[in-house]
C-alpha cells in the first residue's frame, strides 16, 4: 500500500472514531445530565517532514501527514433546565458538580435525579450514595418529612408538626479548573484527571429544587454531523479505490512486459 492510501485509511479511522461518539452522542439527547463528547484531532507527520520542519526552512513542502486522534473532550455547556416539581430533583444553575460515592471511588456528575432507598439514604439513579460537604452520605427522614434545599444546597426536614425545619446537612458541589477534560464514567458521571485538575469546593453553589438539567446534545446538530462524517468516510472509500485502480494500471500496463 502507497502512502496516500495509508493516508486516506488513517482519514477513514478517524471518521470511524467521530462517527461512534457522535452515534453515542444522540443516542443520549434524552439522558438528564448528559455531556456531549467531542473528539481531539492531530497530523502525524512523515521524519522528512519533521526534518524539514526543525530545519528551519521556510519552502513548502509536500510530504506525508496522517490525521490521527489525540483524544476526546467534553462539551461542558449547560443544557435546558426542565421543571419537574419532585422534591429530590435537583439542577445545578451556571457552573458545578454533585459529588457520588462510587465503588471505584468519589465520581462527579451534573444528574441530579436523586431519591430515597430503603434506609432513608440519597442516592443517583445507580444506588450510589450523593455526599455532603463532609463527604458522608445524606440520610433523611422519609415518614412525612418535607424536604427543602436551598440554592446553597442546605438541606432541611420539616413536617406538620414543626413549626421549622430540622437541619440535615449541605450538598457537596465542586468545580474544576477545566472541566472539558475530565473522563467519562458512564453516561453522566465523571473522573478527575490530570488535565481536569483536582476537584475544588464550590463555595456559591446555585441549586434549583423540583428541577433538572436536561441533555446538551444538540439533535439537529448532531444529525447534520453524522451527514457530513459518512459523506467524508465515503469518500475515502473513494480515494483509496483510486488508488488501488492507479497500482493495477501500473502493474498490468506500465510494467508489462515490451
Known amino acids: 500500500m502507497d502512502g496516500g492510501s495509508y493516508i486516506a485509511l488513517s482519514g477513514i479511522l478517524s471518521e470511524e472514531k467521530k462517527m461512534s461518539m457522535a452515534t453515542n452522542n444522540l443516542s443520549n439527547v434524552n439522558t438528564i445530565g448528559y455531556k456531549s463528547s467531542n473528539v481531539l484531532f492531530g497530523e502525524f507527520l512523515s521524519q522528512k517532514a519533521v526534518s524539514i520542519l526543525n530545519s528551519g526552512s521556510k519552502k513548502p513542502f509536500v ?39 462510587t465503588p471505584d471511588g468519589i465520581k462527579y456528575t451534573r444528574n441530579g435525579v436523586f431519591s430515597l432507598n430503603e434506609a432513608g439514604e440519597l442516592v443517583n439513579q445507580n444506588g450510589f450514595p450523593v455526599l455532603d460537604t463532609d463527604e458522608k452520605p445524606i440520610f433523611l427522614n422519609k415518614e412525612g418529612a418535607d424536604v427543602t434545599v436551598t440554592r446553597a444546597g442546605i438541606i432541611n426536614l420539616k413536617n406538620s408538626t414543626m413549626s421549622g425545619g430540622i437541619y440535615q446537612g ?19 458521571m465523571f473522573s478527575a484527571t490530570k488535565d481536569s485538575g483536582v476537584p475544588v469546593k464550590n463555595q456559591d453553589p446555585d441549586i434549583l429544587q423540583g428541577y433538572v438539567e436536561e441533555s446538551n446534545v444538540n439533535e439537529i446538530k448532531s444529525m447534520v454531523g453524522m451527514i457530513n462524517i459518512s459523506r467524508v468516510y465515503n469518500d475515502m472509500i473513494e480515494i483509496i479505490k483510486s488508488y488501488g485502480s492507479v497500482n493495477n494500471a501500473a502493474i498490468n500496463i506500465v510494467g508489462a512486459a515490451v
Not at 63 to 81: E, F, H, R
Not at 170 to 182: A, G, T
Open 63 to 101: 510530504d506525508k501527514a496522517y490525521p490521527i486522534t489525540l483524544g476526546s473532550y467534553v462539551n461542558t455547556s449547560q443544557g435546558a433546565v426542565k421543571k419537574t416539581g419532585n422534591r429530590l430533583d435537583l439542577a445545578i444553575s451556571g457552573s458545578g458538580y454533585f459529588a457520588i460515592q
Open 170 to 188: 449541605k450538598i457537596l458541589m465542586v468545580n474544576f479548573k477545566d472541566s472539558e477534560y475530565l473522563s467519562k464514567y458512564g453516561d453522566t
